[in-house]
T-cell receptor, first 112, second 115 residues
Framework: QKEVEQDPGPLSVPEGAIVSLNCTYS??????FMWYRQYSRKGPELLMY????GNKEDGRFTAQVDKSSKYISLFIRDSQPSDSATYLC????????????FGKGTLLTVNP | ETGVTQSPTHLIKTRGQQVTLRCSSQ?????VSWYQQALGQGPQFIFQ???????GRGNFPPRFSGLQFPNYSSELNVNALELDDSALYLC??????????????FGPGTRLLVL
């Protein structure tokens, strides 16, 4: 079993839709949770960063972490064609251990 | 503020050769991590350097080695290249403080093709 599982999609939605992206994980030591966006042939760009359980909102993006279920989500409201990219979840134990463990990524296409 | 830069952008090598990839960290960042991203996969942690010392290593063989320089730039060296080494190699920099996790900022990557 992989430490982090993420449905690779692809996911195709119409412009303006609400998008839900999810990851599950098995390592209960993970405390820091991130979502990165990666455009084709580019490096990952940090979108959201959350410590422990709870919700965090930034504009059209909301990140949720449920440590009891080992489940994290990213919601995108009013999706735009420019949101079309691969979304990677990543997590870390934090502290002196800075290794990021990534999911496989979900390819999202937002159609105009 | 200058972001993370990597060179070269693309590279083609043959099996058995050696390659060196370079990374300049973001201004003010003293930690550099390297990741390998195979096509259709998430990045896999190779190793991390903090103040010129290796600070953690992933499940990669010893033919993957690295260096960090006093200006915090870094190199990734891969010896005896194999076909499976073909991937996007990503460098990420961060600025840990007080032992807490700091976010990692990625460069654009170097795409390596091994023939």
């Amino acid at each position: 079993q992989k430490e982090v599982e993420q449905d690779p999609g692809p996911l195709s939605v119409p412009e303006g839709a609400i998008v839900s992206l999810n990851c599950t994980y098995s390592n209960s030591a993970f405390q820091y949770f991130m979502w990165y966006r990666q455009y084709s042939r580019k490096g990952p760009e940090l979108l959201m960063y959350t410590y422990s359980s709870g919700n965090k909102e930034d504009g059209r993006f909301t990140a949720q972490v449920d440590k009891s279920s080992k489940y994290i989500s990213l919601f995108i409201r009013d999706s735009q064609p420019s949101d079309s990219a691969t979304y990677l979840c990543a997590m870390s134990r934090g502290g002196s251990n800075y290794k990021l463990t990534f999911g496989k990524g979900t390819l999202l296409t937002v159609n105009p | 503020e200058t972001g993370v830069t990597q060179s070269p952008t693309h590279l083609i090598k043959t099996r058995g050769q050696q390659v060196t990839l370079r990374c300049s960290s973001q201004s003010g960042h003293n930690t550099v991590s390297w990741y390998q991203q195979a096509l259709g996969q998430g990045p896999q942690f190779i190793f991390q350097y903090y103040r010129e010392e290796e600070n953690g290593r992933g499940n990669f063989p010893p033919r993957f080695s690295g260096l960090q320089f006093p200006n915090y730039s870094s190199e990734l060296n891969v010896n005896a290249l194999e076909l499976d080494d073909s991937a996007l190699y990503l460098c990420a920099s961060s600025a840990p403080s007080g032992g807490l996790q700091e976010t990692q900022y990625f460069g654009p990557g170097t795409r390596l093709l091994v023939l």
